[in-house]
């Protein structure tokens, strides 16, 4: 009988290396890429044990049984093939009513498209939208992967920074500072990652008289839409004249818990969301049949539920709130929406960085940096509120000692 084994085997020897070498020659544009900031900061956590982890945007609780058991049923009845390339029509027929019924939005189902996860509708977006060299301004603090897909798109990011005095909201002047013929679009978020701000109705008022100026698209993300915890929600395509130009960018992720079922969609100009289905059609073809019907029962039947968590993520960012505001040094904003604090400790005398890595190394809480969302993210970090309040006060008890010790360099 032959053996095969690496050791005896010629298929599975090394190559004579004398006689060919081969050099793997990569992509100019992708050959040196290296892990994002995010990344970098989630490996350095990975790598100590027993860390109190506030650094994760994803919440604690599992996917309701429910919904599991919806889905299960239907992929027993035969969901089981490739969907339509811009998902299933009472799939897209569910976002609509969803948002009809929440925020008094009439889509239509040819206006929607379900991606996968919230970060492929602003890679789609993005390509549909940008020639080589266009502009676009990512109003910062911000989600850092922002950047790289309008880089990796053709673009070319505008940093826009903004400050705290004005709600880390950009100022229709600050705005039409960075505006050059090349200017293409805008990224908003609101509720905001990372600051946990949300946008009111006269601010965005006023930057869509800058919009409808200089012609621009937007890009708005608003996959926190079920977390606001004072007034409501309101999204950017209602205020006028943006409805047309606007790329809502929504999912099931932080609203129902279903980050790894990657049930993302955007809502646009029918014509526009045509254009990302054909692309989509070459490079992820259709999203997960299965995870489609457990968004359809999701969607159709969790009203209730999305009520109870965000009175609990509440609960959980005003307790962290105060206790950061009563620790030397930092100050915390009242919470208004997302799952994110975004205090200030500049009063510590340390950078972002260095109170990360005290953090993690001497104490095991990992937050996140603020730099990371923006040069104007300095002295500042990022709180997520997404573990349970024991865990929550088990975070702020070491950072209350870590503070009252000394944050080395």
């Known amino acids: 009988m032959r053996k095969h084994s690496a050791l005896n085997n010629s298929l599975y020897s090394a190559p004579n290396i004398e006689s060919e070498v081969f050099e793997l020659k990569l992509s100019k544009k992708f050959g040196e890429l290296q892990p994002s900031g995010m990344s970098k900061i989630f490996q350095a956590v990975a790598a100590v044990d027993g860390v109190c982890n506030l650094g994760i945007g994803e919440p604690d609780f599992v996917t309701e049984s429910d919904i599991i058991e919806a889905a299960m049923n239907d992929a027993k009845n035969g969901y089981t093939h490739y969907p339509p390339l811009s998902g299933y029509l009472d799939v897209k027929d569910a ?13 239509n189902p040819d206006e929607v498209f379900m991606a996968v996860g919230g970060v492929q509708s602003l890679w789609l977006g993005l390509q549909a939208l940008l020639d080589p060299g266009d502009e676009v301004i990512c109003v910062e603090p911000c989600f850092g992967a922002y950047f790289p897909q309008v880089e990796w798109t053709g673009g070319k990011v505008v940093h826009l920074s903004t400050h705290e005095k004005n709600g880390f909201a950009a100022t229709p ?6 505006i050059t013929p090349k200017t293409k679009a805008i990224i908003l978020c609101s509720p905001n990652n990372p600051t946990g701000m949300v946008m009111k109705k006269e601010q965005m008022e006023k930057i869509a008289e800058v919009i409808e100026k200089h012609d621009l698209f937007v890009f708005s993300d608003e996959i926190y839409e079920s977390l606001v915890f004072d007034g409501k929600f309101i999204s950017f395509a209602s205020i006028h004249g943006m409805r047309e130009r606007t790329l809502v960018m929504g999912g099931l992720s932080k609203s129902h818990c279903m980050t790894g079922w990657r049930i993302g969609y955007s809502m646009g100009h029918k014509d526009f969301i045509r254009l990302i289905s054909l692309l989509s059609a070459n490079q992820t073809y259709c999203l997960s049949s299965v995870g489609q019907r457990a968004s359809l029962y ?9 009520a109870g968590r965000r009175e609990i993520f ?19 904003a009242k919470p208004e929406g997302a799952m994110y604090l975004f205090p200030n400790i500049t009063g510590t ?57 000394g944050i080395r360099e």
């Open 95 to 107: 976002v609509c009513n969803y948002w009809e019924r929440h925020h008094g939005m009439k889509y």
């Open 349 to 405: 005398g340390k950078t972002s960085e260095e109170f990360f890595k005290t953090l993690l190394y001497d104490w095991k809480v990992a937050i996140v940096p603020g730099n990371t969302f923006g040069s104007c993210g300095e002295g500042y970090i990022r709180i997520a509120c997404t573990q349970s309040m024991d865990v929550l006060a088990e975070g702020m008890d070491r950072i209350e000692k870590a503070v009252k010790t």
């Open 298 to 306: 999701a969607l159709n039947f969790h009203d209730e539920k999305l």
């Open 314 to 332: 509440r609960e959980r960012l005003e307790y962290v709130a105060g206790r950061l505001n009563n620790i030397k040094g930092i100050t915390c």
């Open 173 to 178: 002047e600050e705005i039409e500072s960075v």
